[in-house]
């Protein structure tokens, strides 16, 4: 499984778009798009996933507006620049993603970068707190240190400015926190981000459940979740097993 593309080369258009390593890109991007869907964690036709290109400055993949990502394919995905131009691909963008994509890509350094209104860790994103607590839950604990909180709305991102201010929120954190939005997951590979993705909103509802309890919750000691933080962060097969499970799975779905 290849889930980082090296040096592609000085190609262009279709070229690069069927270059093997971007292809297989091209495919992983579209299968954690479905396997998001499958997980109830789209909205409509809204919210965006993307894979910058090693060895293409500034290019990276997106999926394309209007599509359900249930049903978005591996020739579905698009290559765009960081003007929003279509490099390679059949469909056109949506502007908000390009804004806030390009930034996240150029600002922050991410390879991949996952942008949902996943149901409850936006609705995390809706309180004064405006994220995750690292310490409750072992689900949130593979967090602990890796989340930045963004408490500042500005209204859709339709211009750079908005994209460049999320990007250096994120101060070199993996997860973001939007409040009154949603929330980023970043990673150097597809799959890790993916697993980060799904088991965010996990801890997410864990929390929010707990919450609605009425009852006193129960946090651990910070040094406690970090422990957890690394044990996790050090030893990632379990993210490589997952991916190829939804490989094996959701291709044809």
Not at 4 to 22: K, R, S, W
Not at 47 to 62: M, Q, R
Not at 120 to 139: E, I, P, R, V
Not at 191 to 216: I, K, M, N, P, S
């Amino acid at each position: 499984m290849s889930n980082t593309a090296h040096h592609a080369g000085a190609i262009e258009g279709d070229e690069l778009f069927h270059h093997p390593e971007i292809a297989t890109l091209r495919a992983d991007l579209a299968l954690a798009l479905r396997a998001a869907a499958h997980f109830g964690l789209g909205e409509g036709v809204c919210n965006h996933f993307s894979v910058a290109l090693p060895g293409e400055d500034g290019l990276f993949l997106l999926n394309p507006r209007g599509l359900l990502w249930s049903e978005v394919m591996a020739d579905d995905i698009v290559i765009v620049d960081a003007q929003g131009r279509v490099v390679a691909g059949r469909h056109t963008v949506e502007p908000t993603a390009m804004f806030i994509h390009a930034a996240i890509h150029a600002i922050a350094k991410k390879a991949c970068v996952l942008h949902t209104h996943m149901p409850y860790a936006t609705a995390l994103t809706l309180t004064q707190d405006c994220g995750l607590d690292t310490t409750l839950s072992q689900t949130a604990m593979r967090y602990h240190g890796r989340v930045a909180l963004d408490r500042e709305y500005n209204g859709l991102a339709l211009g750079p400015e908005e994209g460049e201010r999320i990007a250096h929120a994120l101060d070199g954190k993996d997860i973001g926190f939007l409040g009154n939005h949603g929330v980023v997951v970043c990673g150097e590979r597809i799959d890790y981000a993916f697993d980060d993705l799904y088991y965010l909103e996990r801890a997410c509802a864990a929390q929010v459940l707990a919450g609605a309890t009425g009852r006193a919750l129960r946090p651990v000691a910070a040094d406690l979740a970090q422990r957890v933080a690394d044990q996790i962060q050090g030893e990632r097969l379990q993210s490589e097993l997952f991916f190829a499970a939804l490989r094996r799975t959701l291709t044809h779905a």
